[in-house]
């Protein structure tokens, strides 16, 4: 079983290499990981200014906005 499996399946501990190799292929793809902030860990995907933008057209037709450019 190979770590994706494992890590999906809970049936067995990574070890801190491949974490890291999981985190970084992640990062690579566009994942951002957030750190806790007492609500939690958390991941999204990065947007671009232009992906931001259109995501901030779309929810002003419908409420708040928040700010989706991540760093």
């Known amino acids: 079983m190979d770590a994706i499996e494992r ?3 809970v049936s067995g501990s990574l070890k801190r290499t491949e974490i890291e190799a999981i985190r970084d292929t ?3 793809l566009g994942a951002v990981f957030i ?3 007492g609500s939690g860990y958390g991941v999204r995907l990065k947007f ?3 992906e931001a933008a259109e995501i901030a057209r779309f ?3 419908g409420g708040l906005v928040a700010d989706d ?3």
């Open 7 to 9: 890590f999906e399946n």
């Open 26 to 28: 992640l990062e690579k």
């Open 35 to 37: 750190p806790g902030n």
């Open 48 to 50: 671009s200014n232009l």
């Open 59 to 61: 929810e002003c037709e």
């Open 69 to 71: 450019r991540v760093p």
